[in-house]
C-alpha cells in the first residue's frame, strides 16, 4: 500500500479499482474514490443488490462523510455466510517484505463488509454494469 500509488508496485484503494477495470477494458474510468463513485451516478445503497466484480464505498474520517475509500465485491463466503470485498488498505503498519497478506500490516486483503467499521461507513454500491454501459462497453 502507498497512498495515491497506481502500481505495479504499490497501489492504495482506488489506484487497485482502477487497473482492475482498466485492465478489463473501462478505459475511461477514473483514479480517485471520490469521482470513482459518481462516475454513473447516484450509488445504490441496497447491499443485497450487490454482485461479484461491483465496487463497494465507504467514507473516511478524512473524507468528512463523503467518499474516501473502495473495494471490489467479491460475493459470500461459502464457508462463513459473510459478504467479503477485496481492497489495499491503508489500516495497519508498513510490513517489510510482505508478500503475503500479514494480520495489522498495510496492502491488500479481504474484510467483512458487514463488519461494524465498513457497516458504519458505508456509502454504496456501483455495478459493473452500470460502469459498461457508461464506457459503451
Known amino acids: 500500500y502507498a497512498w495515491g500509488a497506481t502500481g505495479p508496485n504499490a497501489y492504495d484503494?482506488?489506484?487497485?479499482?482502477?487497473?482492475?477495470?482498466?485492465?478489463?477494458?473501462?478505459?475511461?474510468?477514473?483514479k480517485h474514490s471520490t469521482e470513482q463513485g459518481s462516475y454513473t451516478g447516484a450509488l445504490n445503497k441496497n447491499k443485497d443488490d450487490l454482485k461479484p466484480g461491483d465496487l463497494v464505498f465507504f467514507s473516511?474520517?478524512?473524507?468528512?462523510?463523503g467518499i474516501g475509500h473502495v473495494g471490489i465485491y467479491i460475493g459470500k463466503n461459502e464457508k462463513t455466510g459473510k459478504r467479503e470485498f477485496i481492497h489495499s488498505s491503508g489500516k495497519g503498519k508498513p510490513c517489510e517484505g510482505n508478500t503475503v497478506r500479514k494480520k495489522g500490516c498495510m496492502g491488500m486483503t479481504k474484510s467483512d463488509l458487514d463488519s461494524d467499521y465498513y457497516?458504519?461507513?458505508?456509502?454504496?454500491?456501483?455495478?459493473l454494469e452500470k460502469i459498461a454501459i457508461k464506457e459503451k462497453w
Do not use: I, M, N, Y
Not at 13 to 30: E, I, M, N, W, Y
Not at 60 to 65: A, L
Open 13 to 30: 484503494c482506488s489506484g487497485f479499482t482502477q487497473k482492475v477495470l482498466r485492465d478489463a477494458g473501462f478505459k475511461g474510468f477514473p
Open 60 to 65: 473516511t474520517p478524512s473524507s468528512k462523510g
Open 119 to 127: 457497516s458504519k461507513h458505508w456509502k454504496g454500491g456501483e455495478s
